[in-house]
């Protein structure tokens, strides 16, 4: 099945400097989704983008749906304490879906 | 506001016991699904339900069951429980479709000793 990598694996950052991360798949995708995960808590949705180049936003997240259709970035801006846990991308496989191994922030007062 | 409910939320089993965790949605979703999170490895299909009493195999099934008899409920069951199945479930539900984002429980965290 179709596998995702993503970048970097864990980040330590100081408060309310801006986080960049991204997922890269083997396969061309048209749906890429991001979610967070808090400690002790299942994965929420933050943004899901449906096209080629599409950037949006959901506060002081952004996520871009890259134009090779093969990756799709994130990036946080200002970062703040509960910006901490763990940040998976995900993209269709068949009928479901197939997520990343995640990105874990951490952020240091 | 429930979303999707998991139960129990922590449970230890000794190797070879049975148990079956369940998960209740209230969306009114077509597709539900159980995934396995272990360490460094993301979250990982076990199995799926694309509608009421139809269930499909995911990415790994082995020592596992699943019943989907009501449109709100999938039970996951384990028929003799390993230490290998040690993990977090978490059951999701979606509209379903292509592309339809799924809507996750808080997990259960099981220990197999």
């Known amino acids: 099945g179709q596998q995702l990598n993503q970048s970097p694996q864990s980040m330590f950052i100081q408060e309310g400097e801006d986080v960049s991360m991204n997922c890269t798949s083997s396969s061309i995708f048209n749906t890429w989704l991001w979610y967070k995960q808090d400690p002790g808590e299942g994965p929420v949705l933050l943004i899901a983008l449906y096209k080629a180049g599409e950037l949006t936003s959901n506060g002081r997240l952004t996520a871009q749906f890259g134009i090779t259709r093969k990756d799709s970035f994130l990036n946080i801006s200002a970062s703040i304490p509960s910006d901490v846990g763990i940040y998976f991308c995900?993209?269709?496989?068949?009928?479901?879906?197939?997520f990343g191994p995640g990105t874990r922030l951490s952020v240091l007062p | 506001n429930a979303g999707v409910t998991q139960t129990p939320k922590f449970q230890v089993l000794k190797t070879g016991q049975s148990m079956t965790l369940q998960c209740a949605q209230d969306?009114?979703?077509?597709?539900m699904y159980w995934y396995r999170q272990d360490p460094g490895m993301g979250l990982r299909l076990i199995y799926y339900?694309?509608?009421?009493?139809?269930?499909d195999k995911g990415e790994v099934p082995d020592g596992y069951n699943v019943s989907r008899l009501k449109k709100q409920n999938f039970l996951l069951g384990l028929e003799s429980a390993a230490p290998s199945q040690t993990s977090v479930y978490f059951c999701?539900?979606?509209?379903?479709?292509?592309?339809?984002?799924?809507?996750f429980g808080d997990g259960t965290r099981l220990s197999i000793l």
């Open positions: 339900s694309a509608s009421e009493g139809t269930t």
């Open positions: 999701a539900s979606s509209n379903g479709g292509l592309g339809q984002p799924q809507h």
């Open positions: 969306m009114n979703h077509n597709s």
């Open positions: 995900a993209g269709p496989d068949g009928q479901n879906f197939v």
